[in-house]
């Protein structure tokens, strides 16, 4: 069955420093992948998505993520990070008809 | 620009009620999700639909019924109310799985 695994339940990261938000699918064809992003009381935000082609995908807010076919991943990337990136973050698998959700990762930001 | 509606926002049920989470979309898209949301465990899929007339279960679709009559609404029945269905529910919508869906704000749902 089709999955999505993000191994980071909480990541705090003082403001400026990099950020790396993992992600893994499990299936056995490449399925078209989103990063969301659900700030407290708003709604899920489209960060980025990857279908084919360049592997390295550029989104929203300076983020950017790296599709990897051969560790099934698909991380999430931020140089350098803002307060305002607090927040929720989930990878989403698409793929035969179905948006499967990551269980989610928190982000907190330390000044 | 209304995208997708969801009404109500917060409601509160007894256990045994039965209720209807009302989702609508206005950008004539042919999927649509209903997910809900608890606290560590991401989203999940309760049931989804491809097109008017075609729904399909997803991960959690016990307790649930939807129905699909026209493009624009999708609505997500509860039968009989259990406070394991406390839980806060989203609608969302894309015009396929390759593309982005679009969410709604979300009910907040209490069982008690």
């Known amino acids: 069955a089709q999955s999505v695994t993000q191994p980071d339940i909480h990541i705090t990261v003082s403001e400026g420093a990099s950020l790396e938000l993992r992600c893994n699918y499990s299936?056995?064809?490449?399925?078209?992948l989103f990063w969301y992003v659900q700030s407290p009381g708003q709604g899920l935000q489209l960060l980025l998505k990857y279908f084919s082609g360049d592997t390295l995908v550029q989104g929203i807010k300076g983020f950017e993520a790296e599709f990897k076919r051969s560790q099934s991943s698909f991380n999430l990337r931020k140089p350098s990070v803002h307060w305002s990136d607090a927040a929720e973050y989930f990878c989403?698998?698409?793929?035969?008809?179905?948006?499967?959700f990551g269980t989610g990762t928190r982000l907190q930001v330390f000044p | 620009n209304a995208g997708v509606t969801q009404t109500p926002k917060f409601r509160i049920l007894k256990i045994g009620q039965s209720m209807t989470l009302q989702c609508a979309q206005d950008m004539n898209h042919n999927y649509m999700y209903w997910y809900r949301q608890d606290p560590g465990m991401g989203l999940k899929l309760i049931y989804y639909s491809v097109g008017a007339g075609i729904t399909d279960k997803g991960e959690v679709p016990n307790g649930y019924n939807v129905s699909r009559s026209t493009t624009e609404d999708f609505p997500l029945r509860l039968e009989l109310a259990a406070p394991s269905q406390t839980s806060v529910y989203f609608c969302?919508?894309?015009?396929?799985?390759?593309?982005?869906?679009?969410f709604g704000q979300g009910t907040r749902l209490t069982v008690v």
């Open positions: 299936y056995g064809a490449t399925p078209y």
């Open positions: 989403i698998s698409g793929y035969t008809d179905k948006l499967i």
């Open positions: 969302a919508s894309s015009q396929g799985q390759a593309y982005a869906a679009f």
